[in-house]
């Protein structure tokens, strides 16, 4: 079983940064780096989408298009923990952002596709 925990959201002004964390444990497969992981959101009443995601070795990343050239998905092995910058916020960027980690396995933007899920990290952009 992985555990994943994630912080740093909060309120922020539209144009404002953020920079959430995702800390993994537990891990069935033996390594963090052995997980690709993913960062999806939910705002109420909307269903989960994709935002960004990570290779296992941190050197593929792919974004949504929305938030492509703001937010930057990274990735730090030796500390189990997957992070995402989010830059010139905007208040349509509000919404839970979860992590996300699929093991053994390449990244992907289906939400279906990814084992484990952390509890999710408010984030509210106010205009």
């Known amino acids: 079983q992985v555990q994943l925990a994630e912080s740093g959201g909060g309120l922020v002004q539209a144009g404002g940064s953020l920079r959430l964390s995702c800390a993994a444990s537990g891990h069935t497969y033996g390594s963090f780096n052995n997980y690709a992981m993913g960062w999806f959101r939910q705002a109420p009443g909307k269903e989960r989408e994709f935002v960004a995601a990570i290779s296992w070795s941190g050197g593929t990343t792919y974004y949504a298009d929305s938030v492509k050239g703001r937010f930057t998905i990274s990735r730090d092995n030796a500390k189990n923990t997957v992070y995402l910058q989010m830059k010139g916020l905007r208040s349509e960027d509000t919404a839970v952002y979860y992590c996300?980690?699929?093991?053994?396995?390449?990244?992907?933007?289906?939400?279906?596709?990814?084992?484990?899920w952390g509890q999710g990290t408010q984030v509210t952009v106010s205009s």
């Open positions: 996300a980690a699929r093991g053994g396995s390449s990244w992907s933007t289906r939400s279906t596709e990814y084992d484990y």
